[in-house]
C-alpha cells in the first residue's frame, strides 16, 4: 500500500458474513438524472461497492423494483440547505434523498464511509448538513511548481502541461475532498503571483475547474493586490483610484467569462511585504472592498486575510491584527469575509484563540488553520491536528456571554454572519502517498470533517479514519487512535510546553533555535517571544506587559490575565514567571518545563511500541514506511527536548530535575546541528 488511495481504499472487506450482508442490501442503484454531478456519484457507489463488496449493483433509472438497492432521489421538500441530505432506510431500500445532486453526493460518500468503518445499516436514519458554507483548501502553490511550507513534492498542479493536459489526479484530489464535504479550492499561494491573473493561466485554472465542478468544488485564486501595476500596465494600484477599480471589474468579468462559476478571491495585503492599501494610505476595507465590488455581480466573494503585523522591537505581535482590523468592523461590504488564523501569532504547535473571533460582530469572519506542518514537524512528525482545531473551535470567547465559542461565531450564529467560511492551508503534493507521511492524511480528512461538523470529536473522526486507512480489527485501531490522540499534546510537550511559542528554526522553521537573536525583523527571533533571561521566561501580554490579554472578555481576561488562574498550557503566552515559581502541579516552572521536554520525548518512544504492536494489521509497506518515520520524529523531538533545556538551562541555573537524566550532549553541539540546518 502506497497510500495513494488515502482513506478511499474500498478493500474487500473480508468478514465474509458481513460482506454477504451488505451484498444483498445493494443490488442497484437508481438515479433520476445523468448530469456531470450524478454521473460522478454514480460512479463512486459503483466503484466503491464493487471493491468493498465485490458487488457490481445495476445502474437503472426505475427505482421500482422488487430486490434492495439504493436510490438516490431529488425532493423538493428536503431542507432547503442544497448540501444537506437525508440517509435512511425504508421498506428495504436505501435512500439519499437531498433537494439537489449536492446532497446526494455527500450522502453517497457517508454511505460508502459507513461501509468501510463497518456500521450497522438496520436502523440507518441520518439528516446532516454542513454548519459553515465554505469549506476550503488554501494551497500555497506557485507557478513554477514549488509549495511555499510544502513537505509532500511539488504542486498537484502541472501549470506546464496545462490547460491541454490534465492530470487524472486531479480527480482522485476532487473525489477525496468531495467525500469529506470540501468544497472549496484556491489554487494558488497566498504570496501572489499577479501572473495567475493573466489569461494565459486563467486558462489553465478554467481545466482545474472543470474537473472539480461535479465534485461540488469551486475554485478561487488568490490575488496580488499590486497587479494592475504588475499585469495591467497601470501607474498604480491604489484601490480608490477610478482606473485601478475599473482594471479590477474588468478583470472579474473576464474571469467569469472564462470560469463562470468562480468562487472569488483571497488576498494577503500588508503582510509580510505583500503590496496592499495601505500603500497607499488606504484601509483594508478600501482594498477589500473594491474587489468585492468587482466580483460582486456574479456571486463572487473576497477572503480578506488579517495576518498583518509591523516590524517592531518593543511591540506585541499578537495585538496587531486587532488593532488594525477591529475598527474597520462594519465597514466592509457584504460579499467579504475577513479570514484570520487560529492564533495571534502563526500556526504554533499551541495558541489561544485569535482575539479578532468575536471582536467583529459586523463583520463575517472564517477561519484560518494550516492542516501543513510547518511549525510541526513537517512530513515527519506524526501528529494528529483534530485536538488542535477543536481546541479552538471550543474555546468559549465570551463575546456574547457563556457559550459564545469560536466555533460559533465562524458558523455565522453568534453574530448573523450571511457568509460563513473556513479555510485549511492544505498538506497535499505531489508525493505518491500525498501528504508526504501517510499518517497526516488524516489531518486533511479532520479538516474536512470538522469544517462540515466541528461538533465531531477528535476521537469519532480518528477512528473513521483509521477503519477506512488502515484496519478495522478493533485493538488495533484503539491503538492506533491512541497514538493520534495524545500525538499533538506530545509535540507541544517536546517543542513548545506552558505557552512557549515560536523559537523554531530560522526562515525554514525546522528544528528548535531558541537562541535566535537576529533576524530580518525582531519578530522573527525566539528570543523576542519566550524572553528567557536571569529572572524567568515568559512573554509578559498582562496588564503589567503588552497587555494583549486585554483584547479578549472580561471573563478571560480575568482567568488568562492572572498568572496564578493562567492554564499552564498558556501560562508563558501571557505571563514572564520566575524560575521558581510554583505552578499548580507543584513543581518550580524549571522542573515543570524539564518534565515536559523529557516526558514529550519519551512519548514519541512509545508511540514506537504502539506502532509495533499493531504491525500485523497494518499492510507491510505501510508499516514499515510509518516505522522509519517514527525515528526520525525520535530524533528531531530528542533535538528540540536537548536544545530547549540546555539552552534555557543557562537563565535558570538549576540542574536536570530527577529522574531525568541531563542530555549527553552540550549546547554547542546541538547549536551546531540548527547551523547545518541552516547552509544551503
Ligand atoms: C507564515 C509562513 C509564510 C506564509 C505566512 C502567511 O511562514 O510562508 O506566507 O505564514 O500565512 O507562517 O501568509
Same mark, same amino acid.
Given at each position: 500500500d502506497d497510500g495513494y488511495r488515502l482513506w478511499l481504499k474500498y478493500d474487500l472487506i473480508q468478514d465474509v458474513k458481513l460482506r454477504a450482508d451488505y451484498a444483498r442490501s445493494f443490488t442497484f442503484i437508481s438515479t433520476s438524472s445523468d448530469s456531470p454531478m450524478m454521473k460522478v456519484t454514480v460512479a463512486e457507489l459503483e466503484k466503491g461497492l464493487k471493491g468493498l463488496l465485490g458487488n457490481s449493483p445495476a445502474i437503472t433509472r426505475q427505482a421500482n423494483v422488487q430486490k434492495p438497492g439504493i436510490i438516490l432521489k431529488i425532493d423538493k421538500n428536503e431542507t432547503p440547505d442544497e448540501e444537506a441530505y437525508h440517509l435512511f432506510r425504508k421498506n428495504g431500500q436505501t435512500i439519499i434523498s437531498s433537494r439537489t445532486e449536492k446532497g446526494l453526493l455527500y450522502g453517497a460518500f457517508t454511505l460508502l464511509r459507513a461501509i468501510q468503518t463497518h456500521q450497522n445499516l438496520d436502523k440507518l436514519d441520518l439528516s446532516d448538513s454542513p454548519k459553515i458554507q465554505h469549506r476550503i483548501l488554501n494551497h500555497w502553490d506557485n507557478t513554477n511548481g514549488?509549495?511555499?511550507?510544502?513537505?509532500?513534492?511539488?504542486?498537484? /498542479?502541472?501549470?506546464?502541461?496545462? +490547460?491541454?493536459?490534465?492530470?487524472?489526479?486531479?480527480?482522485?484530489?476532487?473525489?477525496?475532498?468531495?467525500?469529506?464535504g470540501i468544497n472549496g &479550492?484556491? %489554487?494558488?499561494? %497566498?504570496? #501572489?503571483?499577479?501572473?495567475?491573473?493573466?489569461?494565459?493561466? =486563467? @486558462? $489553465?485554472? *478554467?481545466? =482545474?475547474?472543470?474537473?472539480?465542478?461535479?465534485?461540488?468544488i469551486k475554485v478561487f485564486l488568490s490575488v496580488r493586490f499590486s497587479a494592475p501595476k504588475n499585469i495591467g500596465g497601470l501607474a498604480t494600484s491604489d484601490p480608490l483610484d477610478p482606473e485601478v477599480r475599473k482594471w479590477w471589474k474588468e478583470k472579474a468579468k473576464e474571469i467569469y467569462g472564462i470560469i463562470p462559476d468562480f468562487g472569488g478571491f483571497l488576498v494577503k495585503a500588508n503582510?509580510?511585504?505583500?503590496?496592499?492599501?495601505?500603500?497607499?494610505?488606504?484601509?483594508?476595507?478600501?482594498?477589500?472592498?473594491?474587489?468585492?465590488?468587482? %466580483?460582486? !455581480?456574479?456571486?463572487?466573494?473576497v477572503m480578506w486575510r488579517a495576518f498583518v503585523y509591523k516590524a517592531n522591537p518593543n511591540g506585541d505581535r499578537t495585538k496587531e491584527a486587532y488593532e488594525d482590523f477591529k475598527p474597520l468592523d462594519g465597514q466592509f461590504n457584504k460579499n467579504v469575509i475577513v479570514q484570520v488564523k487560529n492564533g495571534p501569532v502563526d500556526f504554533q504547535p499551541r495558541? +489561544?484563540?485569535?482575539? @479578532?473571533?468575536?471582536?467583529?460582530?459586523?463583520?463575517?469572519?472564517?477561519?484560518?488553520?494550516?492542516?501543513?506542518?510547518?511549525? =510541526?514537524?513537517? #512530513?515527519?512528525?506524526?501528529?494528529? =491536528?483534530? !485536538?488542535?482545531? $477543536?481546541?479552538?473551535?471550543?474555546?468559549? &470567547?465570551?463575546?456574547?456571554?457563556?457559550?459564545?465559542? %469560536?466555533? *460559533?461565531?465562524?458558523?455565522?450564529? @453568534?453574530?448573523?454572519?450571511?457568509?460563513?467560511?473556513?479555510?485549511?492551508?492544505?498538506? &497535499?503534493?505531489?508525493?505518491?502517498? /500525498?501528504?508526504?507521511?501517510?499518517?497526516?492524511q488524516a489531518n486533511w480528512y479532520a479538516f474536512g470533517r470538522l469544517a462540515w461538523d466541528y461538533a465531531l470529536s477528535s476521537e469519532k473522526i480518528a477512528d473513521e479514519w483509521t477503519r477506512m486507512t488502515l484496519t478495522n480489527q478493533p485493538g488495533s485501531v484503539q491503538t492506533i487512535k491512541q497514538i493520534m490522540l495524545q500525538s499533538r499534546e506530545n509535540t507541544v510537550n517536546y517543542m513548545t510546553p506552558l505557552g512557549l511559542h515560536h523559537i523554531m528554526g530560522h526562515n525554514l522553521h525546522f528544528g528548535p533555535m531558541p537562541w535566535l537573536s537576529k533576524s530580518a525583523r525582531p519578530d522573527w527571533t525566539s528570543i523576542y517571544y519566550h524572553k528567557a533571561d536571569s529572572l524567568g521566561i515568559g512573554f509578559n501580554r498582562s496588564a503589567s506587559g503588552s497587555n494583549s490579554v486585554g483584547l479578549y472578555a472580561k471573563e478571560i481576561r480575568k482567568q488568562w490575565g492572572n498568572a496564578g488562574t493562567c492554564p499552564p498550557e498558556y501560562l508563558l503566552w501571557f505571563h514572564h514567571v520566575s524560575w521558581d515559581y510554583k505552578l499548580s502541579s507543584g513543581k518550580t516552572l524549571w522542573d515543570e518545563l524539564c518534565s515536559r521536554y523529557y516526558q514529550g520525548e519519551?512519548?514519541?518512544?512509545?508511540?514506537?511500541?504502539?506502532?509495533?504492536?499493531?504491525?500485523?494489521?497494518?499492510? !507491510?509497506?505501510?508499516?514499515?514506511?510509518?516505522a522509519g518515520k517514527l525515528k526520525v520524529q525520535q530524533k528531531e523531538a530528542l533535538w528540540w527536548r536537548d536544545a530547549c533545556v540546555l539552552y534555557f538551562q543557562q537563565?535558570?541555573? *538549576? +540542574?536536570?530535575?530527577?529522574?531525568?537524566?541531563? +542530555?549527553?550532549?552540550?549546547?554547542?553541539d546541538v547549536k551546531k546541528l540548527a547551523e547545518i540546518y541552516q547552509l544551503r
Open positions: 514549488s509549495i511555499e511550507r510544502g513537505y509532500a513534492g511539488e504542486s498537484l /498542479w502541472k501549470w506546464y502541461d496545462l +490547460p491541454d493536459n490534465t492530470d487524472p489526479r486531479y480527480v482522485d484530489y476532487a473525489r477525496a475532498n468531495a467525500s469529506i &479550492t484556491v %489554487v494558488n499561494n %497566498v504570496n #501572489a503571483s499577479a501572473r495567475f491573473l493573466t489569461e494565459e493561466y =486563467l @486558462l $489553465k485554472v *478554467k481545466e =482545474l475547474a472543470n474537473i472539480f465542478r461535479p465534485y461540488n503582510s509580510e511585504g505583500e503590496p496592499g492599501p495601505q500603500d497607499y494610505g488606504r484601509s483594508h476595507a478600501d482594498g477589500a472592498n473594491m474587489l468585492a465590488e468587482a %466580483v460582486e !455581480p456574479f456571486g463572487g466573494i495558541e +489561544p484563540f485569535h482575539p @479578532l473571533f468575536g471582536a467583529m460582530p459586523q463583520t463575517p469572519i472564517m477561519m484560518e488553520f494550516q492542516i501543513t506542518q510547518e511549525y =510541526l514537524g513537517f #512530513a515527519t512528525h506524526w501528529v494528529y =491536528l483534530a !485536538p488542535m482545531f $477543536k481546541e479552538c473551535l471550543d474555546t468559549d &470567547t465570551y463575546a456574547e456571554g457563556k457559550g459564545s465559542t %469560536v466555533a *460559533k461565531v465562524i458558523d455565522g450564529s @453568534l453574530h448573523g454572519y450571511k457568509i460563513t467560511g473556513i479555510a485549511g492551508v492544505a498538506n &497535499t503534493g505531489s508525493d505518491r502517498n /500525498w501528504c508526504g507521511h501517510p499518517m497526516n519519551s512519548a514519541v518512544e512509545n508511540m514506537q511500541n504502539q506502532w509495533n504492536s499493531v504491525k500485523k494489521d497494518i499492510d !507491510p509497506e505501510l508499516f514499515r514506511f510509518v537563565f535558570a541555573r *538549576k +540542574p536536570i530535575p530527577a529522574p531525568y537524566q541531563k +542530555p549527553q550532549r552540550s549546547l554547542e
